[in-house]
């Protein structure tokens, strides 16, 4: 059986779940891991990958057909180029990028190269999300008129991200609400606005909003409206607080996207995200985030179509951007082509 052999690019959090992952698909084999902080490397490569400081080190000395990007938001044009203009598949985190020269810079590469690439948007592989669009699709609601998504984080879970003075709920929560949206209605972003709401997480990060609500016309006509918080307090019960909703003109379809596949409360009714640590009979992880990698590594396999696009990608990162300007401007912004 060939095995899609790969390369992670970011030994952080995030990196350390796409090990785990790879680890578990018997089509994977994980033979290198890359982050500036060497060790950090070393570590998460084991016995049976190797460790390296740099991607050009990486693409010069190890086999890999592939490259999952796994750095920060702002950090992904320089190894996703890089690994490109080597010739390998790219999965990268979500989302695309942060700023209008890096998303262009990414499409040209990504046009240039002609090899397989995906941004990891996970939730279009949740069983429940998967419902909500076939309902959709199928016209059980008939024309779609408002879709509602909300997706808000607990503060304890936000003042752990290292770089959080880089990035807000906007790149790191409202990605997930705004790509879903597209995906399931099939649909793109006309214009948003946006306002945001600071207090707590200013408090730790300078002039990050602890929450934005987005209000934004699709191209159908269709309205949708976005909402991320990520100051939830530590007693929160459920964790994360993520639901959708879609109301047509003959039903509505809507679904809780949470608990996860398993969540323990302790003392303190707190709960406890354990998505990644489910394990299934076959003995792999049996979540929504580990189906989206097991998604990757079969269609580079099996030379079959990725998505989203990297043009679709390329569409939330520029609404993103957009509700950026609207928060700024107090106006309604395009997210332009």
């Known amino acids: ?23 578990e698909y018997e089509r994977a084999q994980l033979v290198a891991v890359c982050d500036l902080n060497h060790q950090a490397a070393r570590t998460l490569a084991g016995e049976e ?46 989302p695309l990028a942060t700023t209008e020269e890096d998303i262009a810079a990414i499409v040209e590469a990504v046009e240039g190269a002609g090899c397989p690439f995906m941004v990891n948007f996970g939730n279009r592989h949740r069983p429940s999300a998967l419902k909500l669009r076939e309902a959709v ?18 503060l304890g ?24 949206v597209c995906w399931l209605l099939g649909d793109e972003f006309a ?24 209000l934004a016309p699709m191209r159908s006509g269709c309205r949708a409206v976005l909402e991320t918080a990520w100051n939830l307090p530590e007693g929160f019960a459920p964790n994360i607080d993520f639901f959708a909703q879609v109301i047509g003109d003959a039903g509505v379809v809507q679904a809780d996207l949470v608990p996860h596949d398993l969540n323990v409360y302790d003392s303190r009714a707190a709960s406890v995200d354990h998505t990644f640590d489910v394990t ?23 030379g079959k179509p990725l998505r989203p ?27 332009g082509v």
């Not at 086999?63 to 796994?70: C, K, L």
């Not at 300007?325 to 395009?334: D, F, L, P, W």
Request: charged share 20%; glycine share 10%.
């Open 157 to 180: 879970k936000t003042l752990t991200i290292p770089w959080l003075a880089r990035t807000s709920p906007v790149w790191f929560l409202m990605s997930h609400c705004a790509d879903l």
């Open 1 to 23: 059986m060939r095995r899609l052999k790969v390369g992670i690019i970011g030994a952080g959090v995030m990196g350390r779940h796409y090990a785990k992952a790879l680890r």
């Open 49 to 94: 990958a190797e460790g390296f400081a740099s991607v050009g080190e990486m693409l010069g000395s190890a086999e890999i057909d592939a490259a999952v990007v796994a750095t920060p938001d702002f950090a992904h044009r320089e190894p996703v180029t890089a690994c490109l203009q080597a010739g390998k598949a790219i999965l990268c985190e979500k």
């Open 191 to 214: 214009e948003v606005t946006a306002r945001a709401a600071y207090g707590a997480v200013a408090q730790h990060a300078p002039g990050v909003p602890d929450l934005c609500v987005c």
């Open 137 to 154: 699709q199928e016209g059980r609601v008939g024309t779609p008129q408002y879709v509602y998504v909300r997706l808000n984080e607990r």
């Open 280 to 302: 299934g009979p076959r003995g792999y992880g049996a979540g929504w985030w580990q189906e989206s990698v097991r998604y990757f590594v079969d269609a580079v396999l099996d």
């Open 309 to 335: 696009t990297v043009h679709e990608a390329a569409h939330i990162s520029r609404t993103l951007l957009a509700v950026e300007r609207a928060i700024a401007s107090g106006q309604s912004e395009n997210p």
